[in-house]
């Protein structure tokens, strides 16, 4: 379930107190603060952006050797363009492997 903000509506139209509250996404917004009483407005935060694999700075460490070979994956580079020989870098398995 998401967690949705509020903000208390004032009498004059000021803003008050915000506060976040966990909702269905297919409850009504609240009209109410459920301990007071005041009329709410529900509105929009700022979210976090998706983690795009290999797309980011953020996601180079997780696609690093060590943290590749901690979750059981095995990665190989070319050795070079014409050769078709890829060696191991992390994980197990043959050091070389070569393309027939």
Known sequence: MPVYEYVVI???GSEGERF???QSIHA???TQHPESGLP???IISQTAPPKIPGGTKQS???LSNQNLER???TKYQKTDSSSGKYEKVAG???DMIQRD
């Open 71 to 73: 979750l059981g994956f």
């Open 60 to 62: 180079k460490p997780d």
């Open 92 to 94: 197990e398995g043959p």
């Open 20 to 22: 976040e509250i966990l």
């Open 28 to 30: 009504k917004p609240l």
């Open 10 to 12: 004032h009498d004059d």
């Open 40 to 42: 709410v407005q529900r």
